[in-house]
């Protein structure tokens, strides 16, 4: 059993870096925005320390496969519901409506 | 608490906005307060030599797998914030940890670095993760 949490990869062999150019999708700006709005000073209904957390707590398998923004999302979520601020239901009847309300105009369909 | 400490770590704040860090550019992003003056007192100054501790707790951790258990020397103090450990949990975090920059031998942290002797990396380490090392 290794003692080094699976994220904590500094120092790792990386491999080829090979940069690229990428424009953002719609609900990755959402997610962002939805970030900045919780975590604002007058709010403060979520905490950067918090995000990572529970990113740092996605299995290995998760953290490889979920991009940049589903990881925050995850974190976003599960920090909503670990505070009280919703609930596991709320999101979960949500995110039904979400998906029987279909793309909205400007919207891609994932 | 010695009010040369007090002044040393106002101006070990301000240093570490400058260079950017943990009060430097995210700091208003993600709604860090300021923790007025409940804060741990400050431990080591520049050129002591300290040792990472060697732990492993599951959970929230800012200091790098890979320094843990390694010596290193203090480059500067960067200013004294509440505990990442425990904001994560939501926590306050108080009284506020002195952070350090650290600078390690890259051939220290890696005794198979081919790179040149004069290599280093510096680390932010909060001081609950640092002990007193004896210069040898």
Not at chain 1, 39 to 65: C, F, M, W
Not at chain 2, 31 to 58: C, I, K, L, N
């Given at each position: 059993m290794t003692l080094r949490a699976n994220h904590d990869m500094g120092g790792l062999a990386a491999g080829k870096i090979v940069p690229r150019e990428h424009t953002y999708e719609p609900w990755e700006k959402r997610v962002d925005a939805l970030m900045m709005l919780l975590s604002h000073k007058d709010r403060q209904l979520l905490r950067v320390d918090e995000l990572r957390r529970n990113i740092e707590t996605l299995g290995p398998d998760a953290y490889e496969r979920m991009s940049y923004y589903e990881r925050w999302m995850h974190a976003i979520s599960q920090t909503l519901i670990q505070r009280g601020t919703i609930t596991l239901d709320e999101l979960g009847r949500k995110m039904e409506a979400v998906k029987a309300r279909g793309a909205l105009p400007g919207e891609e369909s994932c | 608490m010695p009010g040369g400490v007090q002044a040393g770590m106002q101006a070990g704040m301000q240093a570490g906005m400058?260079?950017?860090?943990?009060?430097?550019?995210?700091?208003?992003?993600?709604?860090?307060?300021?923790?007025?003056?409940?804060?741990?007192?400050?431990?080591?100054?520049?050129?002591?030599?300290?040792?990472?501790?060697?732990?492993?707790?599951?959970?929230?951790?800012?200091?790098?797998?890979?320094?843990?258990?390694?010596?290193?020397?203090?480059?500067?103090?960067?200013?004294?914030?509440?505990?990442?450990?425990?904001?994560?949990?939501?926590?306050?975090?108080?009284?506020?940890?002195?952070?350090?920059?650290?600078?390690?031998?890259?051939?220290?942290?890696?005794?198979?670095?081919?790179?040149?002797?004069?290599?280093?990396?510096?680390?932010?380490?909060?001081?609950?993760?640092?002990?007193?090392?004896?210069s040898a």
């Amino acid at each position: 059993m290794t003692l080094r949490a699976n994220h904590d990869m500094g120092g790792l062999a990386a491999g080829k870096i090979v940069p690229r150019e990428h424009t953002y999708e719609p609900w990755e700006k959402r997610v962002d925005a939805l970030m900045m709005l919780l975590s604002h000073k007058d709010r403060q209904l979520l905490r950067v320390d918090e995000l990572r957390r529970n990113i740092e707590t996605l299995g290995p398998d998760a953290y490889e496969r979920m991009s940049y923004y589903e990881r925050w999302m995850h974190a976003i979520s599960q920090t909503l519901i670990q505070r009280g601020t919703i609930t596991l239901d709320e999101l979960g009847r949500k995110m039904e409506a979400v998906k029987a309300r279909g793309a909205l105009p400007g919207e891609e369909s994932c | 608490m010695p009010g040369g400490v007090q002044a040393g770590m106002q101006a070990g704040m301000q240093a570490g906005m400058q260079a950017g860090g943990p009060t430097g550019g995210t700091a208003g992003m993600y709604g860090v307060e300021p923790h007025g003056a409940a804060a741990h007192a400050v431990a080591f100054s520049a050129g002591d030599r300290v040792r990472v501790r060697t732990a492993f707790p599951p959970g929230h951790v800012r200091t790098p797998f890979y320094c843990r258990g390694k010596s290193g020397v203090i480059e500067r103090l960067c200013g004294a914030f509440p505990n990442p450990e425990e904001l994560a949990y939501n926590r306050s975090g108080l009284p506020a940890q002195p952070l350090y920059r650290v600078r390690f031998a890259s051939r220290d942290l890696w005794p198979d670095y081919a790179g040149a002797a004069a290599d280093a990396v510096e680390i932010e380490i909060y001081q609950h993760w640092l002990d007193p090392e004896e210069s040898a």
